[in-house]
């Protein structure tokens, strides 16, 4: 029995060895890799509602990973959560179709609100999967990441690429250096580390999640749906049955046939625009990087984060070289719930990130909020942290301090 247990597990390992030599092969070719795909919904649904009317604001929430492997009931968690999204057309509609697991359950709560699950694990690479297949080869093996395959709408669970302890990092620094070109008009790609004086302090990739999924959607709206003629003949009987059920504005469709969303690296770069411009329609950061830059920023944030400034400045506060310290907030932006956003009222708060320009000695915080109508999913979820945002900027200003060569008056 151990020798038999032996050679799988040896069998395995070069099942492993010869997927990486086979997905770094594809890497290779620019017109390849990266890519992104759509699994078709049509292998669980006949057909599908969906509204004609307006849809509410989407919203983001960050869901606890399944974790295959490891508990009997995770495969059951991953398929509602793959169902869940998979009816990304139902929108609200999904509340009255969808089979939620218990862990789930507290979706009930929000009928009518149009959320999107984001299953996190420890590389958070599922939340993030549209913005990791933007990258390139050359800018994965930057950042020490590792070539995936292709990259697919739902995110699935079942992958067999190992990824760092600290993905989410070079993630975010990647992703960074990646969007920095288009963020600072006029500037070239090679210039964010050649010769701009702004540099980046910290990036949230929250941010930027829930723009590259609407990006996807509107994607996914151009693919055909399946043909209504290669039904079989009872499907076709309950489709027109279901037509003459469903309320005014509703339509009954079928689902959309899979397909490629983009491939190689020229589209993956216009792709990256896009996500940009819709970034930009709500919160203006070309706008801000740009005042940034000419040195016109002035302060524009909400009372609830005036105390929060006058910390921060205080601490990075020196009599012979000043450190001018602006707070920007963007707002409008689509909430994205999880463990470091944190709930007022109505809005949802995170910040996105910290410009720094060394040399006139200028930090830029850039805090972010959206309107939300699901505020307490946080806790049912149980992300009940005490005040992430001010942890965030705490850990913003000790990396300001280091890179200005000063120290912080905490320490």
């Given at each position: ?7 799988g ?5 070069d ?6 030599r086979e ?7 620019p ?67 969808a ?6 359950h507290f ?32 800018a ?6 590792p ?5 697919a ?7 067999l690429?190992?990824?760092?302890a ?84 509703v ?5 959309r ?5 983009w491939?190689?690296?020229d589209?993956a ?8 411009d ?14 940034i ?10 009372s ?68 939300t ?11 009940a ?12 200003r ?8 000063i ?5």
């Amino acid at each position: 029995m151990e020798n038999t247990g032996g050679r799988g597990d040896q069998g395995h390992e070069d099942f492993r060895a010869q997927h990486r030599r086979e997905v770094e092969q594809q890497a290779q070719d620019p017109e390849a890799f990266p890519e992104f795909t759509h699994f078709p919904v049509g292998a669980l649904y006949t057909c599908v509602p969906v509204p004609s009317g307006p849809q509410p604001a989407p919203e983001y929430v960050y869901v606890p990973d399944p974790q295959l492997g490891r508990d009997k009931d995770a495969l059951a968690y991953h398929g509602a959560i793959s169902e869940w999204n998979l009816l990304w057309e139902a929108g609200v509609l999904r509340h009255g179709i969808a089979e939620l697991h218990p862990r789930l359950h507290f979706l009930r709560n929000y009928a009518g609100r149009n959320i999107t699950l984001l299953p996190r694990d420890e590389a958070n690479y599922m939340a993030c999967e549209p913005l990791y297949h933007l990258l390139s080869k050359p800018a994965l093996d930057r950042f020490g990441l590792p070539p995936v395959s292709r990259g697919a709408f739902p995110p699935s669970a079942s992958r067999l690429t190992e990824f760092p302890a600290d993905t989410e990092r070079r993630l975010s620094r990647a992703f960074a250096h990646h969007v920095w070109p288009l963020l600072c008009s006029g500037s070239p790609l090679e210039a964010f580390e050649r010769d701009e004086s702004i540099s980046l302090l910290a990036h949230n990739l929250d941010f930027w999640i829930p723009y590259a999924h609407e990006f996807v959607h509107e994607q996914l709206q151009r693919l055909p749906r399946y043909p209504v003629e290669k039904l079989e003949t009872a499907q076709r009987r309950q489709m027109r049955r279901l037509k003459k059920d469903v309320p005014p504005g509703v339509a009954v469709e079928t689902p959309r046939l899979g397909g490629i969303l983009w491939l190689g690296r020229d589209e993956a770069w216009e792709a990256t625009r896009a996500i940009v411009d819709l970034a930009d329609e709500r919160g203006k950061l070309r706008a801000i990087l740009d005042a940034i830059r000419s040195h016109r920023v002035v302060d524009d944030f909400s009372s609830r984060w005036s105390y929060a400034k006058e910390d921060f400045e205080r601490r990075l506060y020196r009599k012979r070289a000043k450190t001018r310290v602006t707070f920007v907030e963007l707002d409008e932006t689509i909430p994205c719930h999880g463990p470091e956003a944190e709930v007022e009222a109505d809005l949802l708060w995170e910040d996105f990130f910290a410009v720094l320009n060394a040399k006139e000695r200028q930090v830029v915080v850039c805090l972010r909020s959206g309107v939300t109508q699901v505020g307490e999913i946080a806790k049912e979820i149980g992300y009940a942290n005490h005040s992430p945002v001010s942890k965030k900027l705490a850990a913003i200003r000790r990396k300001a301090a280091l890179l200005l060569g000063i120290e912080d008056s905490r320490n």
